[in-house]
C-alpha cells in the first residue's frame, strides 16, 4: 500500500512538473488566433497594404473558389487584389470593410465567416442586396505566416455573370482577361 501511495505521489510530482504538449498546442493556437485577428482587423481597415503582404510568405498558396483563380505566389496575390490601384473606397473613412462574425482555430487553420460592408466600386455602390457573405481559410506556417488561404466570396450577380461567361468563352481553366500576371 505504502508503494502504491508513493507511486502515484511520483506519477502526479512528475505530471506537474513536465511540460504539457497541449499547453504548447493551445499557446500556439493562441497565438494564430492573434495573429488570424490582426490580420483581418488590418484588412476590415483597408489602409495599409504593406502591412496587410506581411502576414504573408513568399511563396503563398491562394484560391478564389468563386472565381475559379488560382495564385501561386505572394507577388501573383499583389496582382489581383492590388489594392493601391482598385475602385475600391469605403463609405467612410471609419468604416470597416469586413465584418467578422466568427472565427474558428485549430492548430495552424483559421476560418473566419462574415460579410463585407457596403462600398463603392469605381463610383458604383456594391451594397448587401445579395448577401456578402464570406468564408476565408488561412493555412499559417511555423512563424504564423499564411501560406495558403482559400476564399469563398459571395460575389454580386454582375462578377458572377462574368466568371459564367468567361468560363463559356475561354474555359474554367483560364484567367480572367483584368489579372495581368505578367512581371
Not at 49 to 75: P, T
Not at 106 to 122: C, I, W
Amino acid at each position: 500500500m505504502v508503494r502504491l501511495s508513493l507511486f502515484t505521489i511520483t506519477l502526479l510530482l512528475l505530471r506537474c512538473t513536465s511540460p504539457d504538449v497541449s499547453d504548447e498546442t493551445t499557446d500556439f493556437e493562441t497565438s494564430i488566433r492573434q495573429t488570424t485577428e490582426d490580420y483581418f482587423a488590418t484588412f476590415s481597415q483597408r489602409k495599409d497594404w504593406d502591412k496587410l503582404l506581411s502576414f504573408y510568405r513568399s511563396d503563398l498558396q491562394f484560391h478564389d473558389i468563386a472565381l475559379h483563380i488560382e495564385l501561386d505566389s505572394l507577388w501573383q496575390f499583389e496582382r489581383f487584389y492590388n489594392w493601391p490601384d482598385t475602385g475600391f473606397h469605403k463609405l467612410s473613412p471609419d468604416q470597416e470593410h469586413l465584418a467578422i462574425e466568427s472565427i474558428v482555430v485549430e492548430d495552424s487553420t483559421a476560418v473566419a465567416r462574415g460579410h463585407l460592408n457596403p462600398f463603392y466600386y469605381y463610383g458604383e455602390l456594391v451594397d448587401s442586396d445579395w448577401g456578402m457573405e464570406f468564408t476565408i481559410w488561412l493555412y499559417f506556417d511555423q512563424h504564423k505566416k499564411i501560406k495558403r488561404q482559400v476564399d469563398w466570396f459571395e460575389y454580386d450577380p454582375k462578377v458572377l455573370e462574368s466568371v459564367l461567361a468567361r468560363y463559356k468563352k475561354q474555359g474554367v481553366d483560364q484567367l480572367p482577361d483584368w489579372l495581368n500576371l505578367d512581371r
